[in-house]
């Protein structure tokens, strides 16, 4: 059970490191066709879309809970806060919302 | 020669210092994955193991209710690389924002693409210095690694309030790394809602999996708008002559 679960994780890293090494270790990135360049230079933010929505809805049954936290951050990130205080205004926020309902 | 270690030490620092975010974002969700394994039976030794050697919170925590169902080695790997598939997008957004270093050394710190330090990478202003990259890598590695132990040990403690409200961590962070870019740019407003349309529409369609979902909107965001704005770009060139 223990020896196979350790294979597992094994095969869990392998999987999971080939596609974070390949493309840095192979691109210089200087060699490329501008439209490959700009749509990459546009993945940054279009994966944070894709992060954030819809899943910080689900994070909990009740989604007002999400509906909530999404909206604390987006005030807080909106008015210029650090990420960090973002972040940890976001959970006292939600701390306060959990004791309340 | 000197002027340059001074240099790559504090660029080192300043990327631990924009990685604190990542770290103290990893601890709650890093604990509740100890404390999950706890309970689907693995040993503290298996859950640090899982964090040190694949280092991505998703999957982790999905391995575990296969683990608990029942599935085989092959559906869990494979289910692995799915979710996980997207970190190839990252890197290869990466390789055009890094500043140039040896292949083996870039293979490094690439073992530390998450989407937490991804986002602080990509969203940094200027390039990122070799230094930066294994800054911030560093010390959320550090966290995620720690935590999943010290979430074994005594995450069952934690008040429950607590726990529930640090599930909004990491996507608290995310809103806090794009926002100031969206303030900045219609481009990036674009580009995030048109990926975040899209994903949605995957996810309740339940046409793709959650890893293929997040590839494919961030795709076809990303190729959508680059179309249109070249085309802006070229009309606007026409109009000009």
């Known amino acids: 059970m223990s020896s196979s679960i350790i294979l597992i994780i094994i095969g869990m890293g392998i999987v999971t490191y080939i596609p974070r090494m390949l493309p840095l270790a192979l691109f210089s990135g200087k060699s490329m066709p501008p439209f490959l360049e700009g749509v990459l230079r546009n993945v940054p933010y279009a994966i944070l879309g894709a992060l954030i929505f819809p899943k910080i809805f689900l994070i909990q049954d009740d989604i007002w809970f999400g509906i909530t936290g999404a909206i604390a951050a987006l005030i807080l990130a909106f008015i210029g806060a ?3 205080v973002v972040v940890l205004g976001s ?11 | 020669m000197l002027e340059a270690s001074i240099e790559k030490a504090s660029s080192f620092r300043e990327g631990i210092q924009s990685g604190l975010s990542i770290a103290i974002g990893y601890f709650p969700i890093a604990i509740a994955f100890g404390l999950l394994s706890k309970t689907t039976g693995l040993t503290l030794f298996e859950t640090v193991l899982m964090s040190l050697v694949v280092f991505a919170g998703a999957s982790q925590y999905m391995s575990l209710s296969l683990i608990a169902s029942g599935a085989g080695a092959f559906v869990i790997i494979f289910t692995t690389f799915v979710v996980n598939i997207r970190h190839f997008l990252m890197s290869a957004s990466l390789s055009e924002k890094v500043e140039p270093e040896k292949s ?6 690439a073992f530390g693409i998450t989407d937490e330090t991804f986002s602080v990478m990509a969203t940094k202003a200027g390039s990122v210095s ?7 890598v560093g010390i959320s590695y550090a966290s995620w690694v720690i935590s999943s132990g010290i979430g074994f040990a005594i995450g069952a403690s934690l008040p429950q309030v607590l726990q529930e409200s640090m599930t909004v961590a990491l996507y608290a962070m995310f809103i806090g790394l794009l926002v100031p870019s969206m303030k900045k740019s219609m481009k990036v407003v674009y580009l995030a809602i048109l990926a975040a349309v899209f994903n949605s529409i995957f996810l309740f369609s339940k046409t793709l999996e959650d890893g293929w979902a997040i590839v494919t909107s961030t795709i076809l965001s990303a190729v959508i708008i680059e179309f249109v704005e070249t085309m802006k770009r070229r009309k606007r060139g026409i109009s000009d002559e």
């Not at chain 2, 083996?104 to 710190?109: A, D, G, H």
């Open chain 2, 104 to 109: 083996l050394i870039k293979s490094l710190y």
């Open chain 2, 130 to 136: 070799t230094g930066f990259a294994f800054g911030v």
């Open chain 1, 82 to 84: 650090n990420v960090i």
């Open chain 1, 91 to 101: 959970i006292g926020v939600l701390s306060l919302y959990s004791l309340l309902f």
